[in-house]
């Protein structure tokens, strides 16, 4: 079945709703990325009940004059998609939770055993959230767009830039972007090398101040690894990553410091615990690289 939509105009832009005969099921931004969320075929129907229902509600938010919404939701998605829904509905009126709150809260629902320290957690892919808050980079400034759609990604690079060569050293992909200029001075590049034996895996990641600023800022490189990989630590410095098959491969970095945290896979409906190799910095006034490599060993 077919689902009705039509356009509004808010203060943090036009805003595309979706609904149901059920209730609603996505609020989309302009220029929102055509595959994140997966709809039915749509049709324009601005006199659709919800939809009505809906933009009234917005409107006396945006307002003032409404902390609480009553439209009927119809989300779709997995069970584990809507158990973050669930969680991120449940933030009260003008709080907020970080990403690692939702995630312990999350694991917890499902095995109380498990828990989890600092862990990044985001549902990329939520459709809907008139109440949730949480924090993370790039996201809506705080105040009612932040309060009626949650902790979306605004903004994005102006200008990325990428290149593919193909050398004796192998295969590389250089990138970069100017995302993080407005709020932060940096421009962030990235280089990736692929050994033509495919046994080593070279990166460097480099921040590069392009504005006048002051100050320190940390920031961290986060390289999630799959739950069936067992990870420890190795005599000589880096980190051994065993595979089921039997393969192993170390990893190094310099540049920051290396440590290993938990954190969580959502690879499928069910959450699974698992681990991730931290890099920390800092930059200043002067541009900061931090280099990593992944490579091939016998163990």
Request: hydrophobic share 40%; aromatic share 6%; glycine share 12%.
């Amino acid at each position: 079945m077919s689902l009705s939509y039509k356009f509004v105009k808010s203060p943090i832009g036009n805003l595309k709703l979706v609904a149901s005969e059920q209730g609603l099921v996505a609020i989309l931004w302009e220029k929102d990325r055509p595959r994140r969320v997966v709809l039915d075929d749509l049709v324009e129907n601005a006199q659709q009940p919800i939809l009505k229902q809906t933009e009234a509600e917005l409107g006396e938010y945006f307002a003032g004059k409404r902390t609480e919404f009553t439209v009927p939701l119809d989300m779709r998605g997995t069970p584990f998609q809507k158990q973050v829904w669930e969680a991120l509905l449940g933030i009260p009126y003008g709080e907020t939770r970080t990403y690692g709150q939702l995630a312990n809260q999350l694991v917890r629902l499902i095995d109380p055993r498990l828990g989890l320290g600092g862990a990044c957690f985001g549902p990329a892919t939520q459709p809907v959230n008139l109440r949730a808050d949480a924090i993370a980079q790039r996201i809506l400034p705080p105040g009612l767009g932040r309060d009626v759609l949650g902790p979306r990604l605004v903004g994005g690079p102006h200008q990325p830039a990428s290149r593919r060569s193909e050398t004796a050293q192998g295969w590389t992909v250089e990138a970069s972007h100017d995302a993080y200029v407005p709020e932060l001075g940096l421009r962030h590049e990235r280089s990736i090398t692929l050994s033509p034996q495919g046994t080593m895996i070279t990166g460097a990641d480099r921040l590069v101040p392009v504005t006048a600023r002051h100050g320190v800022l940390d920031f961290t490189l986060r390289f999630h690894i799959h739950p069936d990989v067992r990870i420890s630590r190795l005599e000589g410095g880096g980190i051994l990553l065993k595979l089921p098959n039997g393969e192993g491969w170390r990893f190094r970095s310099g540049g920051g410091t290396l440590t290993v945290e938990e954190s969580i896979y959502l690879g499928g409906d069910t959450v699974r615990r698992t681990e991730q190799l931290v890099v920390t910095g800092q930059v200043r006034d002067t541009p900061v690289e931090a280099a990593w490599v992944f490579e091939q060993i016998v163990v």
